[in-house]
């Protein structure tokens, strides 16, 4: 099958900005409190049913250290070989893989929770069905999916990124219709919260926040 050009792009663009954005995202988490909460959030109901977790589109594993110090069974995959490498460097004790969560290399039923944390925004709008019925695969029933995203309408395009060249598209979406997708794919929205942008503070945004919680049914038997 040939490899999709942005699956393509977005390896290339990371791969390209691996080293910088690393450094750059380092102190994010730790920034704002709001997104740590929803964090935490997702870590306790995901502890309550069991599981391991995988967090997809890792980067350079931030998000993943978090929820391995909360006490989840986490691990990290993203598509980026550079991103991987990082992560292994920065938290040799966790597992990274490389890998595309079109195609997440899981059995069905085996996980407890996934994480996408500002990665679907580089899937365009008509592959995100086929990412969402991946992770009702993978989920077990009464698993958890946490999302993060913008928030909007358009699709915002950069060649650059901490002085690399790079080719990325941002989709920004509407919570509603992502919970909609969700709920089309099978998994059950629980939870939203939108932030309004921190564009003063020392990682600056131009649009609110979304943070969706979603639940495969305990009674779920596949698609």
Known sequence: MTELDFVRRTRWSYDAAAETYTEWIRGELAAKPLDRAMLDGFAEVVRSTGGAVLDVGCGPGRVTAYLA???????????SPGMV???????P?????EGSM?????????LG??????????????HLPDVFAEFHRVLAPG???????????????????G???????????????????????GLEPRARLLREPDEHGEFPEDTRQAFLLARKPVHATGR
């Open 163 to 185: 002085g690399h060249e790079v080719s990325l598209d941002f989709h920004r979406r509407r919570p509603e219709r992502v919970a909609e997708l969700l709920s089309n794919a």
């Open 85 to 91: 490498a990082a992560a292994r460097r920065m938290y």
């Open 113 to 126: 929770g996934i994480i996408a944390w500002y990665s679907i925004i580089h899937v365009p709008d008509e």
């Open 69 to 79: 110090d909360l006490g989840l069974p986490a691990s990290g995959m993203d598509l």
């Open 143 to 161: 698993g958890h999916v946490q999302l993060g995203f913008q928030v909007g309408d358009r699709v915002k395009h950069r060649t650059e990124a």
């Open 102 to 110: 079109l195609a997440l290399d899981h059995a069905d039923g085996e």
């Open 93 to 97: 004790t966790l597992r990274f893989t």
